[in-house]
Structure formats: C-alpha cells, structure tokens
C-alpha cells in the first residue's frame, strides 16, 4: 500500500512543469527518516533533501543520494526543557557528576559502540549511564540527570546522530561526540567546537582513555563550553513563529548558499544535448558557499 501511494506520488510530482524545468533540483523534499521515500529515492535525488541525519557508510542511504553540497542536515527536536543561561548559572554548583549517558544501551550499526563503552565506563566514579526509558518518567529522568552533569556522552545510534546531542545541548550538558561518521546541522554557520568534544570511537575505548581526558579539561575550558551552550541553544529550538537564528532561520540561510550550485545544474541541463559527454548530473558537486553570518 505504501509502495502504491509513493509511486502514485512520484508520478504526480514529476509530471508537473516545476518539476520538468529544473529536473526537481530547485525542489525541497522532507526526508524525515532513514528509511522514507526508499522505494523512489533514485527517481527524485536531485531534490534537496531536509534530513535528521546522513549516513555515508551505506547502511541507510545509497552513494549518490545524499551529500552535503545539496542536501541539509536538520536538528531533532529536543525531548527536554531548555536550560537557559540562569539556569545554568544556578545549576551549576550542583553539576556533582562527571559523565552522564540515559539510552539504549545496545545499537545497530554504528551505534555497536555504546555496549563498548558501556563495559569500559559503567561502574566508574563520576559516571551515571542508564537505560532510556520512554514517556514522561523517561523525559523527566533524562532532564534531571543531564542538569546534574558535567558532560554527557553523545555516541552513535542506529545511525551517526540521535536526538539525545540536542537534549544536551539545551540542557547545558557538554556533548562528548563520539560518532565518527556524524554530520552535524548548519555546521557551515556553526561552530561546533565551541559547545561539544569530539572524541574518535578508538580511543574512547581505549581502557581509562575517557574519563582521564574529561578529568584533565581546565575549570576555563568547562566554563566557556558552557557559556557558549547556553548561547548556542536557540539554533536548536523549533518555534511558530520562527525566530530569528532558530533552526527555521537557519535553514533558509544554509539554502541560499546553495542556489549557486542549484542554478547551475539546472542551466546546464537545459543547454546540454544528449550526446555531450559532459552531461552533467547531481553528482557534480561544487563546494556549499555559505558561509558565517553571526558569530555565535
């Protein structure tokens, strides 16, 4: 049935003369899961793709479909309250544990990384990590104990990302990324190094590894994440109306420095004769020109 519907969709969307003009280049299509659209992704991969992630291992998406010169990459929507700057203020003196992780603690795919290092980290002074559970008991559970730590782990999932990155973040919880395929959201306007730790999957496995690395960040260096996390966390807010840097904000900034690219496909594809052999397609990839707008 919902193979049925996505072909009947298709076929309505690339019979309509926008579609024909531009090949479905100048179009944007919500992709709001890994496995949406999968039966007729091949036939509208020109499109701009509004994504939650972008798995370049091959496991969710095939090569050609999704990169980052035409595609965007879109935050989850956070499952806590956010913890704006007083309220990191006054949480912070009660900031009493170092590391803190409330998940599935077993994963497909990339996300094999959390059993590791749950066996390496669990037990340990300073480290919480719990099993997710769902509901409000689970959201609460997550919100108090993100506002009760330092740092908090940010591993892979079933795919590169997940929504517990963003939860941290409004949380005032330092991220530690460990996600080595990971793209991350408006990252041609974002500054991540200034709100997370990136940490590659090798090492984070590495016995004491972690903790002796979180251990030795300087007091300053704690402060400034934090400060900038609580800067940070409107970019990550759905709201309506949209606000000004809030994600909707940023996702029309992030597209305008694509229609550059986007023009010229389309331009080429309407002057180029079928036996050019340089016929272009969208995998002719020219490098996003977006760039900083605002310097937070």
Known sequence: MQGTLQGEALKWVTEQP????????????????????????????????LLPDMDSTGNWYKPGQVFLEKDLILPYVPNVELCDARCLSESRSRRSTLLFFRGRLKRNAGGKIRAKLVQELSGAKGVV????????????????????????????????????????????????????????????????????????SSDAVQPGWLLTFLRGIKHTRIMELQINLAKYSRHFLYSSPAQPLGPEDLVWRMMAGKLVNIKLHTRRSQRVVKESRSLCTCDCRRANSTSPVFSS
């Not at 099993?131 to 108090?144: I, N, P």
């Not at 330092?150 to 949380?171: E, K, N, Q, W, Y």
């Open 18 to 49: 926008a579609w024909k003009r531009s090949g479905g280049r100048d179009h944007i299509l919500p992709v709001h899961h890994p496995w949406s659209f999968k039966s007729v992704r091949r036939f509208m991969k020109n499109a701009i793709w």
């Open 129 to 200: 990590i719990e099993e997710g559970t769902s509901g409000e008991a689970g959201k609460e559970a997550a919100q108090r104990g993100m506002r009760r730590s330092i740092f908090c782990l940010s591993p892979a999932g079933d795919t590169p990302s997940s929504a517990r990155l963003f939860d941290a973040i409004v949380s005032g919880c330092i991220p530690v990324i460990i996600s080595d395929e990971l793209e991350l959201p408006f990252e041609g306007l974002l500054d991540y190094r200034k709100i997370a730790l990136f940490v590659s």
